[in-house]
Antibody, heavy 121, light 108 residues
Framework: QVQLQESGPGLVRPSETLSLTCIVS?????????WGWIRRSPGKALEWMAS???????YYNPSLESRVTVSVDTSIHQFSLRLTSVTAADTAVYFC??????????????WGRGTLVTVSS | EVALTQSPGTLSLSPGERVTLSCRAS???????LAWYQHKPDQAPRLLIY???SRASGIPGRFSGSGSGTDFTLTISRLEPEDVAVYYC?????????FGQGTKVEIK
């Protein structure tokens, strides 16, 4: 059974970079999946941020593309998110999740519990 | 991008009642690539439905999805106490993938 666990600082200063990692167990990062990040800001809908395939192919939400980078390290079973120049609007619960590669399977079939990141000075 | 609007915002029903949640898209969802998720506090969101109407592995039969184009529905045939959660729809037919704002289901 696949399990995902987000980790990272709970507090980030404005204008700094938010960095999170997702540790994956029970599923190979080299398998036929995309690995993604989704967030939920207070009072807002869930927002898909980015996804990455182990070969390096990436998809980014255009609304965040200039500030977001995702990477994967299969040797340590984790993938990561970097969000630069954060503001209070980036305060959210951040989830990592596993998604399918092909069109019919690009839903997220496994998720982490999420980690709250607050942007504040 | 495809905006998804869920209604109602909150639903309060008695155990055993039928629950109907709506998800409306701002334009047609490509190939009806629409999923539903259940999110309970302090738990990971759980995939319920994909492809608008296919139940995910291990999901009880009381959960069903229907719809096409711009209008989709998640139905819980008989509400159980453990179904208390927020339910989200998501379209993955066109990038960026988008989610609805969620419907909270409570027990009366």
């Amino acid at each position: 059974q696949v399990q995902l666990q987000e980790s990272g600082p709970g507090l980030v200063r404005p204008s700094e970079t938010l960095s999170l990692t997702c540790i994956v167990s029970g599923s190979s990062l080299r398998g036929g999946y995309y690995w993604g990040w989704i967030r939920r800001s207070p009072g807002k809908a869930l927002e898909w941020m980015a996804s990455i395939y182990h070969g390096g192919n990436t998809y980014y939400n255009p609304s965040l593309e200039s500030r977001v980078t995702v990477s994967v390290d299969t040797s340590i079973h984790q993938f990561s998110l970097r969000l630069t120049s954060v503001t209070a609007a980036d305060t959210a619960v951040y989830f990592c999740a596993r998604g399918g590669v092909t069109g019919p399977t690009r839903y997220f079939d496994s998720w982490g519990r999420g980690t709250l990141v607050t942007v504040s000075s | 991008e495809v905006a998804l609007t869920q209604s109602p915002g909150t639903l309060s029903l008695s155990p055993g009642e039928r629950v109907t949640l709506s998800c409306r898209a701002s334009r047609g969802v490509g190939s009806n690539y629409l999923a539903w998720y259940q999110h309970k506090p302090d738990q990971a969101p759980r995939l319920l439905i994909y492809g608008a109407s296919s139940r995910a592995s291990g999901i009880p039969g009381r959960f069903s999805g229907s719809g096409s184009g711009t209008d989709f529905t998640l139905t819980i045939s008989r509400l159980e106490p453990e179904d208390v959660a927020v339910y989200y729809c998501q379209q993955y037919g066109s990038s960026p993938w988008t989610f609805g704002q969620g419907t909270k289901v409570e027990i009366k």
